[in-house]
């Protein structure tokens, strides 16, 4: 909307050289192609399988934003006004955020490297050169800010003398300047495989490298651990020399992150230990009183047999921190004061380190592990009206005093969490016949769903169905079981799009949610039937049109559950663009999902209590079919995801999805032996499935629409939507095929043709709309980009159709532009020009990659077909 095996690159991506401490990139490859090969010998031990390393090349400056909504206002009269004066009210008056600033775009940092922490208890980001450089701690808000006191430190002494001290940074600040920096680039390397991360040091001229493994808890159908706002660094020190060496690893962190709360004063520091079945953890706590939504964060070390683990409780980051460096070089440890610190007070800012040591045979190994864990166990989003709980809260308290006990879990069972990471991967990066650029994104889009803004909330015990979201959710018999058990989860649109659970996207990258974590994908659908069913009368203006209308009407989806900034769950549809209750997909995309959902988890349960409410979108949706053919017709706006480009009458897309939609109605009313209803919306299909055909089909492809004007005939990359939903659910085949299966090939072999093959060389995916002759369609701001989680969607339905080479051709083009040439990592964008414009940073949709997976999986063991389950019909 709106507007090898692993990802793998140098430190410097290219040939490098270093010069003062900095860091200049002059080309690709070349004579560093042997230093990459020696990293893979080096990592391999530590690294999973075989790698292929992909070197993104340098990044270019020019590379520039835009935003369709601001030209989709702009066409409406005085639509850039009203928006202007809406975002001048809110950002300047009512000092708040906008839901989507679009004059003060987040600017394009390329830095970003694989995220920390587990799902919905906020997260910390590190750069591919070790930075911790973005921060998302608050639910839903973003802080993008360099803490340069965040860094790891080695300490190599021989013979009872320290022989080299390095931070492990090419950063040469102005801050701290007691300390070692600009170590050389081009002795270290990073690779990538969400949850975890590689970085290489070769120590120059020490004959000793390091290998720091960063783990987060993300595991597949694991719904404790995998809550956990932790992460673990394991250092692995390789001594390829004739003499033993003693080895300290610093990691110090400021009480803060980088915002002007670090000196808001008030904060402090204390030592801790806990020892438990055996294994003793040690560490800092360091405690962040913010008024709303405090937090303590923890560094922490395991100790065992052979190593040595000290700290120093707090040291001032503004100042030149020397005291702290000499500590370190005097013996390779540090002080390790007891007792807690003083209290910060205003504009002052403080810090603590943690360093585990250890001795290391010559020709020998050795391993130090360490941990950063984050406790804000207690949220209000903006509003402040509410107490919320963090999933995680379920099994470590909610007093905030679970870093200890966070800390020794994560240091005590990183090992586990690394089998079952291995044990999900492994097939897929073994399988000979995927290429190495799809291992690479199929696991590292999953960034987003932790680092999308995420919250993962538990219910109180005492909670009631009226609690939840009003009256609707009395009518919904499994909501309150399934959201005790399981917690309420949303992730934003994108971070620079701040609303939750952005509905119509949301149906591209659910297909990431319901086949890793489908409990989730449930609890999500709860929530949406639940807002179907509600409404909110007050009144409001829309700012592209002006007109104004309700917030949200009765037995309509939602675009969204709500702005973080706000109180989510409570008042829905942040999204003030358009007034979104005569969007023509949003209906047909719940009911296309609760099928979906239920042919992979068979949950009969869920399907019961959804059906009411697929019944009652679609009843709403039936307006919408204005002249009686069975098919419905768009009005002539952008009334749909697309929502600065204009569509009218039947649509391939709309009328698609409708279809699609309306053959599961019939499919779900077999399963709960609702005949009449079977009745109803098959005879709509037959007589839809007709009209769509006679308005659209032009003997190649269908027509974008019928409205007849200059762009009606564009071809359409999403055209197919509606197939790719079908297909997923095994609804493709003979008998139960909506639309003709040589039209659907005909159309795709088209838009390979055209979209792809004839855009950008093929290399850059497919663009949304293209003409005819083989020309962009340029009506919009929308039908000239690429959205990168719609292609990944048109991969997964190439592939569904038996065009796997195309697919993965078109996939292929989509990531190699994101990844590698505008050096988007960990932030791919919704959209991206073919001129070096991108909009929206770290979306949402790009999870629909997962929808590959599924394709691939299911042509080689489909899913058996649900059967009825119930031996009674809910409907004599």
Same mark, same amino acid.
């Given at each position: 909307?709106?507007?090898?095996?692993?990802?793998?690159?140098?430190?410097?991506?290219?040939?490098?050289?270093?010069?003062?401490?900095?860091?200049?990139?002059?080309?690709?490859?070349?004579?560093? !192609?042997?230093?990459?090969?020696?990293?893979?010998? !080096?990592?391999?031990?530590?690294?999973?399988?075989?790698?292929?390393?992909?070197?993104?090349?340098?990044?270019?400056?020019?590379?520039?934003?835009?935003?369709?909504?601001?030209?989709?206002?702009?066409?409406?009269?005085?639509?850039?006004?009203?928006?202007?004066?809406? #975002?001048?009210?809110?950002?300047?008056?009512?000092?708040?955020?906008?839901? $989507?600033?679009?004059?003060?775009?987040?600017?394009?940092?390329?830095?970003?490297?694989?995220?920390?922490?587990? $799902?919905?208890?906020?997260?910390?980001?590190?750069?591919?050169?070790?930075?911790?450089?973005?921060?998302?701690?608050?639910?839903?808000?973003?802080?993008?800010?360099?803490?340069?006191?965040?860094?790891?430190?080695?300490?190599?002494?021989?013979? @009872?003398?320290?022989?080299?001290?390095?931070?492990?940074?090419?950063?040469?600040?102005?801050?701290?300047?007691?300390?070692?920096?600009?170590?050389?680039?081009?002795?270290?390397?990073?690779?990538?495989?969400?949850?975890?991360?590689?970085?290489?040091?070769?120590?120059?001229?020490?004959?000793?490298?390091?290998?720091?493994?960063?783990?987060?808890?993300?595991?597949?159908?694991?719904?404790?651990?995998?809550?956990?706002?932790?992460?673990?660094?394991?250092?692995?020190?390789?001594?390829?020399?004739?003499?033993?060496?003693?080895?300290?690893?610093?990691?110090?962190?400021?009480? @803060?992150?980088?915002?002007?709360?670090?000196?808001?004063?008030?904060?402090?520091?204390?030592?801790?230990?806990?020892?438990?079945?055996?294994?003793?953890?040690?560490?800092?706590?360091?405690?962040?009183?913010?008024?709303?939504?405090?937090?303590?964060?923890?560094?922490?070390?395991?100790?065992?047999?052979?190593?040595?683990?000290?700290?120093?409780?707090?040291?001032?980051?503004?100042?030149?921190?020397?005291?702290? +460096?000499?500590? !370190?070089?005097?013996?390779?440890?540090?002080?390790?004061?007891?007792?807690?610190?003083?209290?910060?007070?205003?504009?002052?800012?403080?810090?603590?380190?943690?360093?585990?040591?250890?001795?290391?045979?010559?020709?020998?190994?050795?391993?130090?592990?360490?941990?950063?864990? +984050?406790?804000?166990?207690?949220?209000?989003?903006?509003?402040?009206?509410?107490?919320?709980?963090?999933?995680?809260?379920?099994?470590?308290?909610?007093?905030?005093?679970?870093?200890?006990?966070?800390?020794?879990?994560?240091?005590?069972?990183?090992?586990?969490?690394?089998?079952?990471?291995?044990?999900?991967?492994?097939?897929?990066?073994?399988?000979?016949?995927?290429?190495?650029? *799809?291992?690479?994104?199929?696991?590292?889009?999953?960034?987003?769903?932790?680092?999308?803004?995420?919250?993962? !909330?538990?219910?109180?015990?005492?909670?009631?169905?009226?609690?939840?979201?009003?009256?609707?959710?009395?009518?919904?018999?499994?909501?309150?079981?399934?959201?005790?058990? =399981?917690?309420?989860?949303?992730?934003?649109?994108?971070?620079?799009?701040?609303?939750?659970?952005?509905?119509?996207?949301?149906?591209?990258?659910?297909?990431?949610?319901?086949?890793?974590?489908?409990?989730?994908?449930?609890?999500?659908?709860?929530?949406?039937?639940?807002?179907?069913?509600?409404?909110?009368?007050?009144?409001?203006?829309?700012?592209?049109?002006?007109?104004?209308?309700?917030?949200?009407?009765?037995?309509?989806?939602?675009?969204?559950?709500?702005?973080?900034?706000?109180?989510?769950?409570?008042?829905?549809?942040?999204?003030?663009?358009?007034?979104?209750?005569?969007?023509?997909?949003?209906?047909?995309?719940?009911?296309?999902?609760?099928?979906?959902?239920?042919?992979?988890?068979?949950?009969?349960?869920?399907?019961?209590?959804?059906?009411?409410?697929?019944?009652?979108?679609?009843?709403?949706?039936?307006?919408?079919?204005?002249?009686?053919?069975?098919?419905?017709?768009?009005?002539?706006?952008?009334?749909?995801?697309?929502?600065?480009?204009?569509?009218?009458?039947?649509?391939? =897309?709309?009328?698609?999805? #409708?279809?699609?939609?309306?053959?599961?109605?019939?499919?779900?009313?077999?399963?709960?032996?609702?005949?009449?209803?079977?009745?109803?919306? @098959?005879?709509?299909?037959?007589?839809?499935?007709?009209?769509?055909?006679?308005?659209?089909?032009?003997?190649?492809?269908?027509?974008?629409?019928?409205?007849?004007?200059?762009?009606?005939s564009s071809i359409m990359s999403d055209q197919c939507a509606g197939q790719w939903f079908l297909g997923a659910c095994g609804l493709d085949q003979k008998e139960l095929e909506v639309?003709?299966?040589?039209?659907?090939?005909?159309?795709?072999?088209?838009?390979?043709?055209?979209?792809?093959?004839?855009?950008?060389?093929?290399?850059? @995916?497919?663009?949304?709309?293209?003409?005819?002759?083989?020309?962009?369609?340029?009506?919009?701001?929308?039908?000239?980009?690429?959205?990168?989680?719609?292609?990944?969607?048109?991969?997964?339905?190439?592939?569904?159709?038996?065009?796997?080479?195309?697919?993965?051709?078109?996939?292929?083009?989509?990531?190699?532009?994101?990844?590698?040439?505008?050096?988007?990592?960990?932030?791919?964008?919704?959209?991206?020009?073919?001129?070096?414009? *991108?909009?929206?940073?770290?979306?949402?949709?790009?999870?629909?990659?997962?929808?590959?997976?599924?394709?691939?999986?299911?042509?080689?063991?489909?899913?058996?077909?649900?059967?009825?389950?119930?031996?009674?019909?809910?409907?004599?």
């Amino acid at each position: 909307m709106r507007c090898g095996i692993l990802s793998c690159r140098s430190f410097l991506q290219g040939d490098s050289r270093c010069t003062g401490g900095t860091v200049v990139v002059t080309g690709h490859t070349g004579s560093c !192609l042997g230093r990459l090969n020696l990293c893979a010998r !080096l990592s391999r031990k530590y690294c999973p399988l075989d790698l292929v390393w992909l070197s993104a090349g340098r990044l270019s400056a020019v590379v520039k934003s835009q935003s369709p909504v601001l030209c989709a206002a702009g066409k409406a009269e005085g639509g850039d006004l009203l928006y202007f004066k809406w #975002w001048y009210k809110k950002t300047r008056i009512e000092k708040k955020s906008a839901f $989507i600033d679009l004059l003060c775009a987040v600017p394009l940092q390329q830095i970003y490297g694989c995220p920390l922490g587990g $799902i919905g208890g906020g997260t910390i980001t590190r750069g591919w050169r070790g930075e911790f450089c973005r921060w998302q701690l608050n639910p839903g808000k973003y802080h993008y800010e360099t803490v340069i006191t965040d860094q790891f430190t080695v300490c190599l002494r021989r013979k @009872g003398q320290t022989v080299y001290q390095q931070v492990l940074s090419v950063e040469k600040p102005s801050a701290l300047q007691g300390w070692n920096w600009g170590y050389c680039g081009r002795y270290a390397f990073y690779h990538a495989l969400y949850p975890r991360a590689w970085m290489v040091y070769e120590l120059p001229g020490q004959n000793v490298v390091l290998t720091c493994r960063q783990i987060s808890p993300v595991i597949p159908h694991d719904y404790k651990d995998s809550s956990l706002p932790v992460g673990v660094f394991i250092w692995e020190v390789e001594n390829n020399s004739e003499e033993p060496v003693d080895v300290s690893i610093m990691f110090t962190l400021q009480n @803060g992150t980088g915002t002007k709360g670090d000196g808001s004063g008030g904060h402090w520091n204390e030592p801790f230990a806990l020892q438990d079945g055996g294994e003793r953890v040690t560490g800092v706590l360091l405690h962040h009183c913010t008024p709303i939504n405090p937090f303590t964060f923890a560094v922490a070390a395991r100790e065992k047999a052979g190593t040595v683990i000290t700290h120093l409780t707090a040291f001032d980051p503004a100042g030149s921190g020397r005291d702290v +460096w000499q500590d !370190l070089l005097q013996d390779g440890k540090l002080e390790s004061p007891i007792g807690k610190s003083k209290r910060t007070q205003k504009g002052e800012v403080t810090a603590a380190a943690v360093c585990a040591s250890c001795m290391v045979p010559a020709r020998g190994h050795g391993t130090l592990e360490l941990a950063l864990v +984050w406790d804000m166990p207690r949220v209000h989003f903006g509003s402040k009206e509410r107490l919320h709980l963090r999933r995680y809260t379920r099994f470590f308290g909610s007093n905030g005093d679970a870093a200890p006990a966070l800390s020794h879990y994560a240091l005590t069972h990183y090992k586990e969490w690394e089998k079952k990471i291995e044990a999900w991967q492994k097939p897929i990066l073994e399988d000979s016949q995927l290429p190495s650029w *799809y291992k690479s994104a199929l696991f590292n889009e999953l960034y987003f769903m932790t680092d999308g803004g995420t919250i993962w !909330l538990d219910l109180p015990p005492d909670c009631l169905p009226q609690d939840l979201q009003g009256p609707g959710a009395a009518k919904l018999s499994h909501l309150l079981p399934v959201l005790r058990e =399981y917690g309420r989860f949303a992730y934003l649109e994108g971070q620079e799009y701040r609303m939750y659970n952005t509905y119509d996207v949301h149906f591209y990258a659910s297909f990431a949610l319901v086949m890793l974590w489908p409990k989730l994908q449930i609890s999500l659908q709860y929530d949406i039937a639940v807002t179907v069913l509600n409404e909110d009368m007050q009144p409001r203006q829309y700012l592209v049109c002006g007109k104004t209308a309700q917030v949200k009407l009765k037995n309509v989806v939602p675009h969204d559950i709500g702005d973080p900034d706000d109180e989510p769950w409570q008042r829905v549809n942040a999204y003030l663009m358009h007034d979104t209750a005569n969007w023509k997909d949003l209906n047909l995309k719940f009911v296309l999902q609760v099928y979906r959902d239920y042919y992979l988890t068979h949950d009969a349960l869920y399907l019961q209590d959804m059906w009411p409410v697929c019944q009652a979108v679609m009843e709403s949706e039936l307006k919408f079919d204005t002249d009686n053919d069975g098919l419905i017709e768009n009005g002539g706006t952008a009334d749909q995801t697309y929502d600065a480009w204009v569509v009218n009458g039947a649509s391939a =897309y709309c009328g698609g999805l #409708w279809l699609a939609a309306v053959r599961m109605m019939c499919e779900m009313a077999e399963v709960l032996g609702d005949a009449e209803t079977q009745q109803k919306y @098959g005879a709509i299909l037959q007589k839809g499935k007709e009209s769509f055909e006679r308005l659209l089909w032009n003997g190649k492809y269908y027509n974008y629409d019928s409205s007849g004007s200059s762009t009606s005939s564009s071809i359409m990359s999403d055209q197919c939507a509606g197939q790719w939903f079908l297909g997923a659910c095994g609804l493709d085949q003979k008998e139960l095929e909506v639309f003709p299966k040589s039209h659907i090939v005909s159309a795709l072999k088209t838009i390979f043709e055209k979209n792809v093959m004839s855009f950008a060389g093929g290399t850059m @995916g497919a663009v949304n709309g293209m003409r005819p002759d083989g020309v962009p369609d340029t009506s919009s701001v929308q039908s000239s980009e690429v959205w990168v989680g719609v292609v990944y969607a048109l991969a997964a339905t190439m592939i569904q159709e038996g065009l796997v080479q195309e697919g993965f051709h078109t996939a292929e083009g989509c990531y190699r532009t994101v990844w590698e040439n505008l050096g988007m990592a960990f932030q791919t964008p919704e959209a991206y020009c073919e001129k070096k414009v *991108y909009r929206s940073l770290a979306y949402m949709r790009p999870l629909s990659i997962w929808s590959m997976q599924l394709a691939l999986e299911s042509k080689t063991r489909r899913p058996p077909s649900p059967t009825p389950t119930q031996k009674n019909p809910l409907h004599p």
